[in-house]
Every structure is written in C-alpha cells, then in structure tokens.
C-alpha cells in the first residue's frame, strides 16, 4: 500500500497558559541538539540576544547584568569555539565534560599567544 502511514502513538501535550512564543522557541531550540549546555553570561540579555539565534539558543535575564543561555550544539569543540565568540565572561554550569573542551582551548590559545 504505498502512500499509507501508521501512526502507533500520540502523546498529548499541554501548552503553557501564558507566553506560548517563549514555550515554542525554547522547545524547538532544545529539540535538534546531541548536547546541551547553559551558561551563565556576564552581560545583559538583550545584548546576548542579538548574538544568539533563537534555533541555538534560549536567553532569558538573570539580572539587569546577567542571563542564563541555554544552547545546543552536535560537537562540544564547536559549542565551546561559539561561546567565546560572544565577547562576554561566562561560566559554565553543564554539562561537566565541556569543561575539559575550554582548558583544553585554553591552553592552545595561550600557547599560540606565548609564540606570537
């Protein structure tokens, strides 16, 4: 029978009550990605904001000087290239593998600083 499909199960979902953009965002966001990361930046949401596509990532204001990013990425190396690319401080609260990729990035760059 070409052209038929089975469907064997539906999960049904709530939608939040309020804000059902922000909800759509941060799930399509979270749907693509092997690994996820959130990190606390040292500057403004909308700053971040401008940077950040919303299908990578979700910002959300910590304080009038801090946000929260929560962002996917398939490879840690890439993930851990992009984040310093933002011209911000930042800590990294998950997951606890990415932590090696930036000592290890570190370390290279001093390396190629040292040698300049």
Known sequence: MEGVFRLAAVRQRE????????WIARNVSRAGWKY?????????AEAVLEQIN??????????????????????????????GTLGYDFTVSEPPGLVEHFRTL???????????
Do not use: K
């Open 15 to 22: 939608l939040p009550a309020t804000d059902i953009t922000a």
């Open 54 to 83: 919303p299908s990578v990532g979700i910002v959300e204001p910590f304080d009038e000087r801090t946000c929260i990013l929560e962002a996917g990425a398939d490879d840690l190396w890439i993930m851990a290239v992009y984040i």
């Open 36 to 44: 996820r990361a959130r990190f606390t930046v040292q500057a403004p």
């Open 106 to 116: 570190a370390g290279r760059y001093a390396r190629a600083a040292d040698s300049a």
